[in-house]
């Protein structure tokens, strides 16, 4: 009941969030995007705060694989057995960086997986356990029968499977234990694996469940139709296009190696389209749990929508949605007020030609936000060597995701494949005039000796669409470079990054950003989607009819920075292949707060001024929606009188969408980061050097081991390049769905991480300026945002008498 009350208050709150009046000749595409879920009050974050003492002499921790050994003693006294109550996702890594070591594991009831019942424990590189997140549901769930449908389909395994013999069979019954018998798990897992007999205990199982009275379970294809009416952004009927949909397992022959992988089963059918349904939709069943009561089992759907990428979790028996996570984010507006009209007419000079070298870009460079805060220049290679070995426009064409196809300026002879064209590893940039999902095919700029030099026109009053050259190589230039800075701080390719080829270092390749310049499908608004590593991030840049010309949101880096940092903050919070951690309320405030704070450190590359209280103010947006205080409802400051934002400020119903969530966060972020400024200093680059192993002016100390032979992790020496660092370091840290204080207390983990803990002073007094101190609190927490806050502005007595 208590369900469907939360169901039906939602989509309300999603229209409130976004529903305040614009100035009149601001006409923004509110893209729907259903995002919620249960309360999990059972979840928690828990720092252990002895680790960092007890090291190697103590275990004996020698590599990755103790790590491992170290999780799986720890989970097994935790949560009870692997493979029973839990299995440790294929997409843990150990940070190259850090040496700390990310483990993923999700919880099993009865053989089946549940869908956020999620740990994410931290293993320093010594092998201690320095935190872990935990939001298993703490009870059993109550049997149900399976269908007769899926009673035949496991006599039907079963059968195939006893005609297997050897070595293979046990792993065969076990799979198709897994295939979609939540009861029967329980039971077979308590049977020794090696014996050929078991297939005749899985059998009896199979019997003995199958006599019971059946209770009717919705196929794949009946919670998809049941789905459609919330999600679908037309109204047409469901039977129209039900007709030919089939759901097909997906057999794999051997035994899958993660234990709590039952098949998928693919919807497919010319009937999708009808609906607005982009790709084949996988289902896989599963629990998930509920604010009260046990967990249910669930249909998990992937849909991909035009504006859509939703992961949905629909009740096997009511059809009722219990759970979804769009995984596209909007850049969206938080402020009112009206437009000032700030028309910007002086044009900026383009730098005198010159004999151009190849891979040349005339653009905004990297740290100039828009045009009003700089030049344009031509840059050459400008890649980082380290993040891009092969550039911008190369990978091996055996790693070539899109190897059929014709794409104009592309030279797919030899075992390179380059491209002429706005192309390559990272980053495929191009128009999206009509809005659609195709891209493959859509118009980029070609250029044969790799110069891509063109006018941009808006002050000489050209439309968008007049410099569409330009805007693309901007946009592909921006997100490229993108890449090669966040590569460096520790978004590799085992931390899930976007890219086709991995060079054989782990993680999933085959998933470029795509990224669509002036895209047809919205205006004054931007929006990415972060499907699970392996599968490409989607970005699509909108156009804003702020001014006369329209102005073009490719060319406010700040606009492209915070969607691709969506990229960033999906794949390192809960791990590479969870696409599902920051969907709403906080933890999706968040994921929009840390687009601002990036997109804010990195123009503050070139605005700068001092680092006095309040001498440094930025806004967000401000040059696409022509509005001197940009989209947020407060700029950027560490003044109060400029930003006077607490936590407590989250209670207020205007603070009940992620994009106003997020500005506390990002300006909680921009606090500690200056405050980081006046201790350390300021760097003018983020980038650290390509050779880390002689001194240099970016870190601290150079690339080297310790007495124990672990690399010892590199201490940026700046305040702002230490600050970005330890942003990305806490979201590797911090569980899936994080709170405040959550994230909080993994960016003051990271940091103990990567400095011994010199810094927990000053961070804690940076997040307690705003109220986010060790006395702050929060009572009636609703999954969605709103509750009762208590400012506190206390830190722990002990941190800052340690370290002064
Ligand atoms: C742009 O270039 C002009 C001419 O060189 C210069 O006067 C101006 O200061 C530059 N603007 C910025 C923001 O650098
Ligand atoms: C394509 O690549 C091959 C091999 O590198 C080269 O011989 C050929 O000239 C290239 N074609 C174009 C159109 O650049
Ligand atoms: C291309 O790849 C093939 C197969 O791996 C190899 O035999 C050949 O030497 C490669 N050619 C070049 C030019 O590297
Ligand atoms: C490629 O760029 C060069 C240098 O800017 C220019 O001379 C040439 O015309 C361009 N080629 C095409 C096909 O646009
Ligand atoms: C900045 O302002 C805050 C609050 O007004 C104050 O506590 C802090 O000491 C100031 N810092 C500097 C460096 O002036």
């Known amino acids: 009941m208590r369900n469907a009350a939360l169901i039906s208050l939602l989509p309300c709150l999603a229209t409130l969030a976004t529903a305040h009046p614009r100035p009149s000749h601001d006409i923004r595409s509110v893209r729907k995007s259903l995002n919620f879920g249960p309360k999990h ?95 298993f549901h703490p009870g ?42 939540p009861s029967l798990g329980r039971h077979h897992h308590t049977v020794d694996p ?40 037309s109204s047409s009927s469901s039977v129209d296009f039900a007709d030919d949909l089939v759901a097909t397992p997906e057999h794999s022959f051997a035994p899958k190696p993660a234990p709590a992988e039952p098949p998928t089963q693919i919807i497919s059918g010319s009937g999708l389209a009808k609906a607005g349904i982009k790709s084949h939709v996988p289902a896989r069943l599963m629990y998930t749990q509920v604010t009260d009561g046990a967990p249910r089992s669930v249909w998990k759907l992937e849909v991909e929508l035009e504006s859509n990428w939703y992961e949905a979790y629909v009740d096997v028996q009511t059809g009722e949605l219990l759970r979804i996570v769009d995984w596209a984010k909007d850049y969206s507006w938080t402020s009112d007020g009206p437009a000032p009209s700030k ?39 400008p890649w980082d060597t380290t993040a891009s070995p092969a550039g911008w426009h190369e990978f091996p064409s055996a790693s070539n995701p899109w190897a059929g196809s014709k794409i104009p300026g592309m030279n797919t002879t030899g075992n390179t494949t380059h491209f002429y064209t706005t ?64 590569y460096r701080l520790g978004f590799d390719e085992l931390a899930g990054n976007f890219q086709a080829h991995n060079f054989g270092k782990g993680g999933n390749g085959g998933d470029p950003v795509i990224a669509n310049a002036q895209d ?53 919070t809960g791990g590479p292949m969870n696409s599902g951690c920051l969907g709403f309320g906080e933890a999706g405030g968040m994921g929009e707060g840390w687009g601002d704070a990036i997109a804010t450190l990195i123009r503050q590359i070139e605005e700068h001024k001092s680092f006095s209280n309040g001498t440094d ?64 200093g300021f760097s003018s680059t983020l980038f650290p050097p390509i050779d880390t192993s002689i001194p240099n002016d970016y870190y601290v100390n150079t690339a080297s081991v310790d007495a124990k032979g672990k690399p010892t992790p590199l201490v940026p020496k700046h305040g702002n390049t230490l600050a970005l660092q330890l942003i990305l370091d806490g979201m590797k840290l911090q569980p899936c769905r994080p709170s405040f204080f959550d994230a909080r207390d993994a960016i003051i983990q990271a940091d103990l991480m990567l400095t011994g803990g010199e810094n927990a002073c000053l961070i804690w007094k940076a997040f307690a300026e705003r109220g986010l101190g060790i006395d702050a609190g929060i009572i009636n927490k609703s999954p969605w945002g709103p509750g009762i806050r208590t400012d506190g502005f206390k830190i722990p007595s002990k941190v800052c008498k340690e370290h002064k």
């Open 41 to 135: 009050e059972h979840a928690t974050f828990q720092v252990v705060a002895a680790a960092h003492d007890e090291g190697l002499t103590k275990r004996g921790f020698t590599d990755e694989l103790d790590a491992q050994i170290a999780a799986r003693q720890f989970l097994d006294r935790q949560v009870g057995a692997e493979g029973e109550s839990y299995y440790i996702r294929k997409d843990s890594y150990t940070d190259a960086r850090t040496g700390v070591t990310h483990i993923y594991a999700k919880q099993l009831i009865d053989g089946l997986e549940v869908s956020d019942g999620d740990i994410n424990l931290n293993i320093d590189r010594y092998g201690n356990i320095i935190s872990w997140g935990n939001s």
């Open 140 to 181: 059993t769930k109550a049997q149900t029968s399976p269908s007769g449908e899926t009673c035949a389909m496991m006599n039907d395994q079963l059968d195939a499977y006893r005609s297997e013999a050897g070595e293979n069979a046990w792993g065969l019954v076990k799979s198709a234990a897994q295939v979609l018998l």
């Open 194 to 233: 090696r014996i050929q007999a078991n297939i005749q205990h899985v059998s009896h199982h199979i019997e003995a469940l199958c006599d019971q009275p059946q209770k009717e379970v919705l196929t794949p294809v009946d919670a998809l139709i049941a789905l459609l009416p919330r999600i679908s952004a």
């Open 343 to 381: 028309e910007h007419k002086q044009k900026p000079l383009p730098a005198p030609p010159k004999k151009l070298e190849p891979y040349t870009y005339q653009v905004f460079p990297w740290g100039i936000n828009d045009p009003t805060s700089g030049n344009l220049s031509i840059v050459t290679k």
């Open 423 to 486: 192309a390559g590893n990272n980053v495929i940039a191009h128009e999206d005039w009509e809005g659609q999902n195709n891209y493959l095919l859509n118009y980029r700029p070609i250029n044969e000796s790799l110069t891509f030099v063109y006018d941009y026109g808006e002050p000489d009053g050209l439309a968008p669409r007049e410099y569409i050259d330009f805007v693309i190589t901007q946009l592909f230039y921006t997100s490229n470079m993108y890449h090669d800075l966040t």
């Open 520 to 572: 047809g499908s919205g205006m004054n608004n931007a929006n990415f989607m972060t499907p699970p590593d392996g599968t490409s991030g989607r970005m699509r840049m909108y156009v804003w009819d702020t001014a006369t010309p329209y102005r073009d949101g490719d060319i406010e880096a700040g606009i492209i920075i915070h969607e691709l940092s969506h990229g960033l903050s999906t794949r390192l």
């Open 617 to 680: 103010v930025y806004s967000m947006g401000s040059w696409a929606a022509n509005r001197e205080l940009g989209i947020r409802h407060y700029k950027y400051s560490t003044d109060e009188a400029v930003n006077p934002s607490t936590y407590k400020i989250l209670d207020k119903p205007a603070y009940w969408g992620v994009h106003a969530i997020g500005e506390v966060w990002a300006e909680m972020l921009f606090i500690m980061s200056q405050r980081l400024v006046e201790k350390y």
